[in-house]
């Protein structure tokens, strides 16, 4: 991976819902995911996403502070970073804000969570051993796209670059809607970013897009299980296909078909 002291990748996805149990049916039958518990949490249960033998991410109980100041079931992604402290305290010289400041997990390794200077969360995150996740296309079961939907794309990429090294590459035109600006570092992709229409509710935020081998049959799982499908399933440039949801909780994803090899 390129980018040299800064890492830049997602590394890690977490779900904080109002209904852990409710959501791990939900998603291991919409993602074909497996889950396996965690003991390195402390007192809070966590569950860990499983993609065969490796974790992917997370699922865990809303914390009763995030609730109380409004926060609604969602994902959250941890980006990169080597020096968890240096990123953070330079995050906020940007003008980002702070959710969880800088927090050690015992063999796990340091992470915070914060807001961007538009009001988007995530968490950057520097960990204990070895990276999670690898360079390279994603495969089906893991996130493939990392969309931001924010009120100042140019402000944001520029936000993003400074912590993680990300760098534009291609970009679309989406007429009345402006431009759909597309970033990664060397020669990888890892999603979009593009200004908020009126009619998109709430605040920004990241939408984060799971791989999975047929988008039409995950979206009809999505609302047999009483989840809800709220743009497609439609074709995209590129020959792939995308859905965007909610689950039961309130929780917004997005699932992705890949036509670069039929898988």
């Known amino acids: 991976m390129s980018g040299g002291s800064k890492d830049g990748r997602f590394m890690w996805y977490e779900l904080m819902t109002t209904d852990p149990g409710g959501a791990e049916e939900f998603y291991t039958a919409v993602t074909g995911w497996g889950t396996a518990p965690f003991d390195g949490a402390g007192d809070m249960p966590y569950t860990m996403w499983m993609q065969g033998e490796a974790p992917v991410g997370g699922l865990m109980q809303l914390p009763p502070e995030a609730a109380a100041h409004g926060a609604p079931p969602h994902w959250l992604a941890y980006i990169g970073t080597p020096d ?3 990123t953070y305290a330079r995050a906020l010289e940007l003008g980002a804000s702070t959710y ?3 927090t ?3 063999d796990v390794g340091r992470f915070a969570v914060l807001a961007d200077p538009q009001g988007a969360t995530f968490a950057a995150y520097t960990p204990a051993a070895d990276s999670p996740g690898h360079p390279g296309p994603a495969k089906v079961g893991e996130f493939s796209w990392h969309e931001l939907i924010t009120t100042d794309h140019p402000a944001a990429l520029g936000f993003y670059a400074d912590l993680f090294g990300w760098e534009k590459t291609d970009e679309m035109d989406m007429g009345d809607m402006g431009v759909y600006q597309m970033y990664g570092q060397g020669d990888e992709t890892y999603g979009g970013m593009y200004n908020k229409p ?4 709430g605040p920004p935020h990241w939408l984060l897009y799971v ?3 047929d988008v039409t049959a995950a979206a009809e799982t999505v609302t047999r299980l009483g989840g809800q499908v709220l743009n497609g399933p439609m074709d995209v440039p590129g020959g792939d296909r995308v859905v965007q949801c909610m689950d039961p ?3 917004v994803f997005a699932l992705h078909w890949s036509g670069a090899d039929g898988s």
């Open 249 to 251: 909780q309130g929780g």
């Open 104 to 106: 050690t997990i015992p």
């Open 198 to 201: 009126e009619e998109i509710p």
């Open 84 to 86: 968890l402290d240096a």
């Open 211 to 213: 791989r999975v081998p």
């Open 100 to 102: 969880v400041p800088p």
